[in-house]
């Protein structure tokens, strides 16, 4: 029990500044505090020190205006993302056939699916990034607080929110324009907890909360770049965010219909702007390539 208490306590502590932690866990090992009394006083302590950051406006406010939004539209389109990958996954793990591993078409078939699972997934995970990205730089003074609540956000996404907005749609979609109600085909796949349960816990634990966690400490230190830069990223930034909303097909039935027509018409130039954007979303993979090179560059010059 009492590793336990220290392990607590050395979690909790991490949301105190770093000067600060090492005085309090210095002060700790020096008085020979028990873990129990060391517990209640770094709780008071981490306590008091959240409780003065947000007395004022813009912790609510970037709470409000991003942690809420951004972690219900990552869950949406990791939910949607899961959904749709559980039933490839479900084709080829669960009905798999050796006897077919003789035909080539099977080999081209299987190489065609990994690379769409692969885009579908690696467009989450810059997803993912871009909103840590965006709320690291937005609330730098902040950023362990608020990666704590961004965590707590998608949990809540993916367990009751992205579900009952699911449902939502489905009844919105048939009350207003009277769709009937089509067969599951996907019956088969979702009867099964892993893909129904386990899936998409996976794909929001793995692909949406570790990238956004990454992304808000890569925007800590992007206020040292150049204002140029700053502003080069925002815009990407930004880009990415509006490529997210957009697609969610659903979410714009809502608004306007003819924005999801005009994503299905290449020729018009709203479908173009659309897939304008959608080229930008994987601009933090050129961004994190870049500044490793970078560092590297300047080892070796060092």
Same mark, same amino acid.
């Given at each position: 029990m009492t590793q336990i208490r220290w392990w607590v306590v050395d979690v909790f502590s991490r949301l105190l500044e770093p000067a600060e932690r090492e005085v309090v866990l210095g002060d700790f090992a020096d008085s020979r505090e028990t873990s129990g009394r060391a517990l209640r006083? !770094? +709780? =008071?302590?981490?306590? @008091?020190?959240?409780?003065?950051?947000?007395?004022?406006?813009?912790?609510?406010?970037?709470?409000? *205006?991003?942690?809420?939004?951004?972690g219900m539209l990552l869950s949406i389109v990791s939910r949607r993302t899961a959904d749709g990958s559980a039933v490839y996954l479900w084709l080829y793990a669960n009905n798999w056939d050796w006897a077919l591993t003789t035909n080539p078409g099977f080999?081209?078939?299987?190489?065609?699916?990994?690379?769409?699972?692969?885009?579908?997934?690696?467009?989450?995970?810059?997803?993912?990034?871009?909103?840590?990205? !965006? +709320? =690291?730089?937005?609330? @730098?003074?902040?950023?362990?607080?608020?990666?704590?609540?961004?965590?707590?956000?998608?949990?809540? *996404?993916?367990?009751?929110?992205?579900?009952?907005?699911?449902?939502f749609c489905e009844d919105y979609l048939h009350r207003t324009f009277r769709v009937a109600a089509l067969p599951d085909y996907n019956a088969a796949v979702f009867d099964l907890p892993f893909y129904r349960v386990l899936l998409p816990l996976i794909v929001q634990g793995v692909l949406v909360a570790l990238p956004a966690v990454w992304g808000l400490r890569q925007g800590l230190e992007a206020v040292r770049f150049r204002l140029p830069l700053r502003i080069s990223l925002w815009i990407a930034a930004v880009a990415?965010?509006?490529?997210?909303?957009?697609?969610?097909?659903?979410?714009?039935?809502?608004?306007?219909?003819?924005?999801?027509?005009?994503?299905?018409?290449?020729?018009n130039w709203l479908g173009w702007g659309i897939r304008l954007l959608q080229s930008v979303v994987f601009w933090p993979v050129a961004y994190l390539v870049v500044r490793e090179v970078g560092r590297r560059w300047q080892r070796r010059i060092a």
């Open positions: 006083g !770094v +709780l =008071g302590l981490v306590a @008091r020190r959240q409780a003065a950051l947000w007395a004022g406006w813009r912790p609510w406010l970037t709470a409000v *205006g991003l942690i809420v939004p951004l080999w081209s078939l299987l190489a065609e699916t990994g690379v769409h699972l692969l885009v579908w997934y690696l467009t989450l995970a810059c997803f993912s990034w871009t909103s840590g990205f !965006v +709320l =690291g730089s937005a609330s @730098r003074s902040m950023n362990r607080i608020n990666g704590v609540l961004m965590c707590l956000m998608l949990l809540f *996404g993916a367990l009751v929110g992205a579900p009952r907005y699911f449902a990415t965010l509006a490529a997210m909303v957009i697609q969610d097909q659903a979410f714009w039935l809502f608004l306007n219909s003819h924005v999801v027509r005009a994503y299905r018409q290449p020729g």
